[in-house]
């Protein structure tokens, strides 16, 4: 269910705007959205776990947060890294 070290350091090298960024929007946007997909697969399995169901819409939120901050700030990168993702925008 957690993102394993090595994933997350090729998701921060591959979103990194610079090198050893690991604080950018870009870098919070793609753990944020591996840390859904990993937890919505467990609530496949997992109906009634609410508890990680309540931490899993507070993920999408911070994500939408993140992803508005970064439309306004640079829309470029914005485009950019909602299609690397693939998320519904």
């Known amino acids: 269910m957690a993102i394993t070290a090595e994933r997350k350091k090729e998701l921060i090298q591959e979103f990194a705007v610079q090198a050893g960024d690991n604080g950018s929007p870009?870098?919070?946007?793609?753990?944020?959205?591996?840390?859904i997909r990993n937890l919505t697969s467990h609530l496949k399995v997992h109906r009634k776990d609410y508890t990680s169901r309540r931490g899993l819409l507070m993920m999408v939120g911070q994500r939408s947060k993140l992803l508005r901050y970064l439309r306004r700030r640079n829309p470029k990168s914005y485009q950019e890294i909602v299609q690397k993702l693939g998320l519904r925008r």
């Open 26 to 35: 870009e870098v919070q946007v793609a753990i944020l959205t591996e840390h």
